[in-house]
């Protein structure tokens, strides 16, 4: 299961390894073919199973959503291919700017000259009090050239 999303930041497969020796030695569970297991957390006293409730059985599963809230305990093997898909589609979009409306700068649902003085205000570095960059070209820089964009934009 480790080597299909080894590719996704979002997918981390932790190991708690509370017996060593029993089968494989710590360096062996991490070079396991097709990947073995990057994160193993050693936990002789069993006690990160103890936080999942998992009834002690081994080996056991906890599936954890973006907020660390327990989302499946001990999903079948075949549900995986199901489940961490839908875990990693329900991940917001880190970018909290996404749902503003392009050029709204200020927020209050018009585009107009007030958005292209916020702009002004935001180069020449005074408190703007918003969250998002004012980058309306998505050049990765704030400048004349984004209230010029704004403003051809209002203007048509």
Known sequence: M????????NVKFLIAFSDPNQPYTCR??????????????SDTNSSIWGLFQSGGAFPSSAL?????MVYDKNPSIFALDDIIPELI?????????SGVTYGDIN????????????IIQYILG??????CTPDI??????????????????LE
């Open 126 to 131: 005074n408190d703007t009090s918003g969250e």
């Open 64 to 68: 954890l959503n973006h907020e660390m």
């Open 28 to 41: 062996e569970w991490g070079q396991m073919p097709d990947g073995g297991s990057s994160q193993i957390i």
């Open 2 to 9: 480790h080597q299909i999303f080894e590719d996704y930041d």
């Open 137 to 154: 070209n998505q050049d990765g820089i704030v400048d004349v050239t984004d209230i010029v964009t704004l403003l051809n934009f209002i």
């Open 89 to 97: 589609e329900n991940i917001p979009d880190p970018d909290s700017c």
């Open 107 to 118: 927020y209050d649902g018009t585009i107009n000259v007030v958005d292209a003085i916020f």
